[in-house]
């Protein structure tokens, strides 16, 4: 049952089966150990917009109508460190690519899903370049455009984030020079 919606309940108004299940129960953050004791708990009995807090992770997660995703902390937060040439994969859509030491090349193939980043820092002495990889065939940024084009994190602890804007299609913006 999804939530009824929101209610003011009036002094003396019965609360009923119906009342209890639609509108507190299914629009309260419930509280499980982890996803094994959520799954024992509700089974079947799932429906969209559900929300959970598991203990055992301090995540706070949702249900889509298919599945329980994380909503917090964010689930696209990982930092991914680096100290020699790397290519991104899907796996590191929406994360952060730190580049601890060395000169390196980050390149960045067709590999997100449209609408998602790739943040990358520059915390080196040595130059960070951003490359277009395998797939890309619209990659711009800095004034210019081009699947040849390489761009540089221009200084020490400056960043720049390369976004997939539509399909092929790659833009690299932040402290960045051509």
Known sequence: MSGLGYKVFT???VLTAANVNGYL??????????????G?????AVSEGM?????????????DGSDW????PSATSAVNSITAAYTAAASDANDTIYVASGTVTV???DVLAVGERID???????TVTIAA????????GAGTAGTAVTFKIDQQYNAATVQKVAANTYRVVGKITA
């Open 11 to 13: 002094a003396g108004e």
């Open 25 to 38: 129960m299914e629009q309260s953050v419930m509280v499980f150990a982890g996803t094994a004791a959520r």
């Open 40 to 44: 024992s708990a509700l089974g079947t």
């Open 51 to 63: 929300v959970a807090y598991l203990t055992d992770t301090n995540l706070i997660t949702v249900y």
């Open 69 to 72: 995703q994380q909503v917090y």
């Open 107 to 109: 390149t960045v193939p």
């Open 120 to 126: 990358i820092w520059r915390n080196s002495g040595g």
């Open 133 to 140: 990889g395998t797939g890309v065939t619209d990659w711009g």
